[in-house]
């Protein structure tokens, strides 16, 4: 058995009136993110830990966001590819850990719908996907309200 693990990274700027996706969730909030695609930042962060596992690049590179095919894609389409090309590569999945840091809103009470609609686009249990949420007490950016940062660990496995 070989396994790997991939770290990623990612962040979005927030305004007011665009929608709030985490995790493949939309979030009630009076801000979003300014992005290409939905804007999903912990699903981008999820994509880039699982290509970095195996040296395959980046989320930008995959998808670029100079492309009009990548336009206000739902992320969740953008992680299935991310999961196919893995197991193209004879991996699977077998943990995610996310690290949400953003200030407002709370989002304890949509963490539980995350980490179900997330495993099964990992092809894993629920109790192998952790969702954490954290403020940044507010200091920088995120606590000042202005964007949204997530990290994000996977173990991938060839049996």
């Known amino acids: 058995m070989e396994i790997r693990i991939g ?20 979030i009630p909030s009076e801000t979003g993110f300014v ?12 994509c880039d830990a699982l290509l970095g596992a195996l040296a395959l690049g980046d989320i930008g590179h995959l998808f670029p966001d100079t492309s009009d095919e990548w336009k206000g894609i739902d992320s969740k389409i953008l992680l299935e590819k991310v999961v196919a090309l893995i197991g193209k590569q004879g991996y699977r999945v077998g943990n995610a850990d996310v690290t949400i840091a953003l200030q407002r ?36 950016f995120v606590g000042r309200g202005e964007g949204c940062e997530v990290w994000a660990s996977v173990l991938v496995i060839k049996p």
């Open 105 to 140: 809103p709370k989002l304890a009470p949509h963490i539980g719908k995350m980490r179900k609609t997330l495993a099964p686009i990992l092809g894993v249990p629920v109790d192998a996907v952790s969702v954490k949420a954290t403020t940044t007490e507010r200091l920088g």
């Open 35 to 46: 992005a290409h695609s939905d804007g999903d930042v912990a699903i981008h962060a999820l």
């Open 7 to 26: 770290n990623g990274y990612d962040v979005h700027a927030l305004a007011e009136g665009l929608p709030m996706w985490l995790g493949g969730v939309p």
